[in-house]
């Protein structure tokens, strides 16, 4: 290869790699604002009746997850943050388009009841199982401590006959 076609290489090369190297630097702000728009999708509960998150919601032509999706595109380019645009959409549709119960107020039962219902089963079944425990080694302690009825002579003779049967 010639001196000017190694140039002329090292040229595109350098083109190449400044174009690449441009694109680059924009990728993450695109890929960040991707993250945050699916986030904020699933942060907000579809009101076309199918229960699912505005990002999953697989409904044709669906009117309400759709025309959300447009209204979180322009809070986005207004330069709302995250919080910002959940706020807004609690203020227009109410707790209810929110995907998850916010951790305020009432809301709290919606948090802490399942581990107190939890909390609560355990204690209930380790105060039932201790006391179904302790009633039977009741018993076994009277069924042990139980005079038996002496062996009469008769009774004992019999041993003694079964006793040495089985040595010999």
Known sequence: MTMRGKARCRGWLF?????????AGSLPRNV?????????????????????????CNHVDCGSAIP??????????????KEEILA??????????????VARGFNWLAWLMPFAAVGAGGIVVFWTVRR???????????????????MSAQEQERLRAELDRFDA
């Open 15 to 23: 083109v190449f790699l400044a174009a690449l190297g441009t694109s």
């Open 32 to 56: 960040h604002a991707e993250v945050s728009f699916q986030e904020i999708e699933e942060s907000l509960t579809c009101q076309c009746g199918c229960g699912l998150t505005v990002h999953s």
């Open 68 to 81: 959300l999706r447009k209204e979180i595109r322009e809070q986005m380019s207004l330069g709302k943050s």
């Open 88 to 101: 807004y959409f609690e203020a227009k549709y109410g707790e209810k388009i929110l995907s998850a119960p």
């Open 132 to 150: 179904w425990v302790s009633r039977q080694r009741g018993s076994r302690e009277r069924e042990s401590t139980e005079a038996a009825e002496p």
